[in-house]
């Protein structure tokens, strides 16, 4: 399969705990993004990278969330201290430079109790 | 004023059905007009795009775009129970985002 991956699928944790979520994109793509999307609502931006460098951060992004793409490759999100409110489906999806079409992952929903 | 407009529904049909679904927006800059599918507990998955006014088709499924009137249409025909689920409409103005509206809730009733 050469879409867009993303582990873990599911996440339950305690409020106060931090996690951390991994996206691998299709191999060619250039650009990842990371978005949220809360029940019942369409996704929200959160970041993206074009390669390894994080060009634009939403003001949804509170210094709790720190987004990396080390080698341009894959990403990971982590969240720390998480909150109820942060409970959602995290998506990421990737692209090329310059492409209006972005390609989606499955998404990893979490749950903090 | 939320960018992008969608109503959520539900809307629920028979199968056969021509299905209409709509989204509005507020930003003129948008350039690329996307509809995307979400199945329940899955990511979104690409259905069509479109970049100028007009209509785009793709077998069962025609895009419209009015650039005029900031209105877009998604149109199902002979509508299956394999296309319920979460319409989203989402749009790029050439800046690195997309911009989703809520996603309308979609039921094809066997």
């Known amino acids: 399969d050469t879409g867009v991956s993303q582990n873990p699928r599911h996440k339950i944790t305690k409020r106060g705990q931090n996690v951390t979520f991994r996206c691998d994109p299709i191999?060619?793509?250039?650009?990842l993004y990371w978005y949220r999307q809360t029940l019942g609502q369409g996704p929200e931006f959160l970041t993206y990278?074009?390669?390894?460098?994080?060009?634009?951060k939403s003001r949804l992004l509170s210094d709790r969330f720190s987004a990396e793409r080390p080698k341009g490759s894959f990403s990971t999100l982590e969240i720390q201290r998480t909150e109820q409110g942060d409970s959602a489906m995290y998506l990421c999806?990737?692209?090329?430079?310059?492409?209006?079409?972005?390609?989606f992952g499955p998404g990893t929903r979490l749950l903090v109790l | 004023q939320k960018e992008v407009e969608q109503d959520p529904g539900p809307l629920s049909v028979p199968e056969g059905a021509i299905v209409s679904l709509n989204c509005t927006y507020s930003?003129?800059?948008?350039?690329?007009f996307m509809w995307y599918r979400q199945y329940s507990r899955k990511g979104p998955e690409l259905l069509m795009y479109?970049?100028?006014?007009g209509n785009k088709e793709d077998g069962r499924f025609t895009a419209q775009v009015d650039k005029s009137s900031k209105y877009i249409s998604l149109f199902i025909r002979d509508s299956q129970p394999s296309d319920s689920a979460t319409y989203l409409c989402?749009?790029?103005?050439?800046?690195?985002?997309?911009?989703f509206g809520q996603g309308t809730r979609l039921t094809i009733n066997p």
């Open positions: 191999s060619e793509h250039n650009r």
């Open positions: 990278f074009q390669n390894e460098a994080q060009l634009e």
């Open positions: 479109t970049y100028s006014s």
């Open positions: 999806a990737s692209s090329f430079v310059n492409q209006e079409t972005q390609y």
């Open positions: 989402a749009m790029w103005q050439g800046a690195q985002k997309l911009v």
């Open positions: 930003n003129s800059a948008f350039q690329y």
